[in-house]
């Protein structure tokens, strides 16, 4: 029912900064919560930033907070992360996700998700 196609990842230096969007299909975006989530390699899958239906509501992992923005575009049905002052340990495969509950993104939960987009923080 909802697709999710995730964008901007690529190689930076650290201190650098990359935004990534994700591209959600179908006309009920504004409906979902969004978030972001990070899997490094060998290590389990982590939050990192959702935003509740009609962005009235963030929340960030401590690991990310004040350095990443989460935002969203509900006329373009798109979902946006900000990240600045990147950090070797920022590398990660990032997927975007959509929840119909805002509580439950930070908590690991999703409905749906992603194919991921690789980002890469060179020291």
């Known amino acids: 029912q909802v697709q999710l196609v995730e964008s901007g990842g690529g190689l930076v230096q650290a201190g650098g900064s990359l935004r990534l969007s994700c591209a959600a299909s179908?006309?009920?975006?504004?409906?979902?919560?969004m978030g972001w989530f990070r899997q490094a390699p060998g290590k389990e899958r982590e939050f990192v930033a959702a935003?509740?239906?009609?962005?009235?509501?963030?929340s960030y992992a401590d690991s990310v907070k004040g350095r990443f923005t989460i935002s969203r575009d509900d006329p373009k049905n798109t979902l946006y992360l900000q990240m600045n002052s990147l950090k070797p340990e920022d590398t990660a495969v990032y997927y975007c996700?959509?929840?119909?509950?805002?509580?439950?993104?930070?908590?690991?939960?999703?409905?749906?998700w992603g194919q991921g987009t690789q980002v890469t923080v060179s020291s």
């Open positions: 935003i509740s239906w009609l962005g009235n509501s963030e």
């Open positions: 179908g006309r009920t975006f504004s409906l979902y919560a």
């Open positions: 996700a959509a929840h119909r509950n805002f509580g439950a993104l930070p908590r690991g939960q999703s409905d749906y």
